[in-house]
């Protein structure tokens, strides 16, 4: 339970715009005049929440009103991948005020990627004319487990150099505020249910790419798991499949349904795709091979995501990453075996759509981490 | 967000049994004093709370202390089976004070087992020397999905004239306090997490009996999907198998690895089980067929839960059920292939575990719905 009597029950009621007086939030929240005046002035201070006139006098001085500041403060947000970088500042609705993308390895290691992204973040604070001072936090996705509670990659497949990095010391000795850690797809699914799907109890998040994992929401919250590994539907078991993953196990999803497994299937029937990028600009084009094959892979995810359905029930599957640009023959193939597969009760009300903030999931996602921290804290 | 100035935010801080002022639960709480004296009289006339003696003085009158009153009410617990009933009183702890269990079928419909489940309760009261008056509640658990918000089962499979039965309504008129009904699966799942895993936050409960279902624990609160039909594993397709289910689906775990399906299997091996029972009999006896059969139902069903692991990375999976109480052969078969299809970090500090509470785990859990909603409204 979150502390009743803790300042984010006072900005809550000013999230919606209105202005309000003192009196008004002592009776909405209950609390005592004392706390509620402690809390006021802890959210001046930081910024959050501004003076906002002055509300009509019943005889005497007027009562001053209070508003939420939406762009009083920035807050700072990473998407770190495989082979990109996208760094972007936001306001605190999660609003993208400024934003770069990069080429950038993640292979790297955490020194050269974070320093790239503390340069990049001060160029952008330059360029929009802010100082460091305006943050009030930073938000970071990196494409692998991570124990949200520390911040640190948590034994990550694709990440050598990461494991156990204390990503949170390095940049709090550069940018104020609380530094948040998620896995990219957490942090996808969290940007695509704030912005688009708020009222949403139960949704999942799942990103078609170089790789295959999900971002699972339950109850309006991310669902992170005991060890921060919740969503790893890569390496759950395609039936009818056997072959090899890079995880050591056999038939695994991501073996047999990701981009590079597609990009694969297709050398061997002579084309030439290097990347994700390529497999979707085959599709685009026409390809007969390429469409053939990945509406095949979205069958073989559509299996796979029946069993999530059996199991979480959720009302909503977005599906985004970068496979996901390659349109409907993908979405096709997944909606078929989800519908074969599971039971009418489950499919009747749910939603399979493509993700519509797809290349911006992410750091809209890292942003809303930090404004629900700051509401939390 | 539950309303902080809500009578539960004072009767939360009361639940660790220790007294306390009212300057106390003041200052503890944050909320105004006007606040506090307004739920703790609410909480008096309910009972859930009672006057505890006087503090020490500081001069003048020494102040009342207030403590949390378990045995001031009870709630009433229900589990309704394919073929059983058991009905249980529980104090406010969710201690259970009597119980009964009878042979019923559900397939005598709602009127007929409910008001069985009526009968069974007033006998329950009567020969533990109270009247209806002292009941706080009553919760319920039914064999199928269960629109939790309204109490009315949701297509269920096996449950002939129940669709949409308004089992609130029925029990609202026999019995005072709130009524909640759900999934018999969810219900053990409850019971077992607040008895012996309050802590845990990520959480599966799995019943393997006639049919296989499972509860979902996430952030400690029970996960129902959109449509109440989480859970619902016994329909994910088991790689490798084509048997047709009841469901109309090849495939489904159920019809590969439930107790019904061993039964089958092991009539055609010449023995004669006719129920889980039977079946449990069997292994009990040293019979060899049945012992094979249990332990490669095991499996097939980790199989599946590895699947669910990779999905929600959970730190506790308790085997229930019927099937369970065959013992180690069972569990065994579980952890086999959970081990051997899931990725280490997931596993690495997953516990699977036969369920402790047994068959008290659905009156447990349905007491334990009640005494949180009462700690939630």
Known sequence: MTDPGSAHGVLRLLLDGQPRTR???IELTGLARSTVTGRLEELLAAGFVVPSGEAASSGGRPPARFRFNPTARLVLAGDVGATHLTVALADLTGEIVDTVTVAQSIDDGPEAVLTAFA???RA???RTGHSTDRLAGTGIGL??????????PNHPPIM?????YDVVSRITAEFPGPVLVDNDVNIMALGEHTTQYAEVEHLLFVKVATGIGAGVISGGRLHRGAQGAAGDIGHIQAPGHDELCRCGNHGCLEA?????????QLRTAGLEPRSSLDVVELVRSGNTAATQAVRQAGREIGTVLAACVSLLNPSVIVIGGSLAQAGDCLLAGIRETIY???LPLATTELTVAASRTGRQAAVRGA???VLQHTLDS
């Open 23 to 25: 009196a008004e939030l």
């Open 119 to 121: 340069g990049h973040a």
């Open 124 to 126: 952008l604070l330059s």
């Open 143 to 152: 494409p692998g487990p991570v124990e949200h509670s520390t911040g640190r």
């Open 160 to 164: 050598p150099g990461w494991d156990s």
């Open 256 to 264: 047999v349904a990701s981009a590079s497994a597609i990009a694969a």
């Open 340 to 342: 074969g597969r599971s």
């Open 367 to 369: 942003a809303a981490m």
